[in-house]
């Protein structure tokens, strides 16, 4: 027996009493929906990473600080003339859309925020790559051409 969700009690039971619907209205002003959460089941996270598996192991860390920088390749300050660049992303969800964000920053500590919102329905890692790409993006269009990417998913920043 599943407990009762009182915020789904109030938006879809007629109000009973004066003092809940006093808080059906104050709640409506901040556009506050409920929704059910989308249940996924394990078998199909099962087939996924089987889809995703490597024939040799390959390690991964799982660190997640701020500054970590994940890369490919060594840039010597000496050999590479080009200035540094630096950005932070994240992707969100909520009951009014799918949205992402970006902070560029330059060498000289200029910062360039970018927010998009998504018109598709998808999910939280559906909106990581978005955000990968939208960073890219902007690195190229401000002739970012070395990027030092700092982000919470390992996933993400191993695809990169």
């Not at 039971?13 to 619907?21: E, M, Q």
């Not at 950005?87 to 200029?110: K, Q, R």
Request: charged content about 25%; glycine content about 4%.
């Amino acid at each position: 027996m599943a407990k009762l969700d009182p915020i789904k009690y109030i938006f879809e039971k007629p109000s009973l009493s004066k003092r809940i619907a006093r808080w059906q209205v104050l709640l409506s002003e901040y556009d506050i929906v409920y929704v059910s959460q989308k249940v996924i089941k394990g078998s199909a996270i099962a087939e996924f990473l089987t889809e995703l598996a490597h024939e040799d192991y390959v390690p991964m860390t799982f660190d997640f600080s701020d500054e970590d920088l994940m890369s490919v390749l060594h840039i010597d300050k000496e050999e590479h003339n080009e200035d540094i660049w630096k950005t932070y992303f994240d992707g969100a969800l909520n009951a009014l859309g799918h949205g992402i964000g970006v902070v560029l920053i330059s060498p000289e500590g200029d910062y360039y925020p970018i927010t998009m919102k998504l018109k598709f329905d998808c999910t939280n890692n559906m909106t990581e790559y978005e955000t990968c790409v939208l960073v890219l993006q902007a690195a190229l269009e401000k002739k970012a051409y070395t990027l030092k990417v700092y982000k919470d998913s390992t996933l993400v920043i191993y695809q990169l």
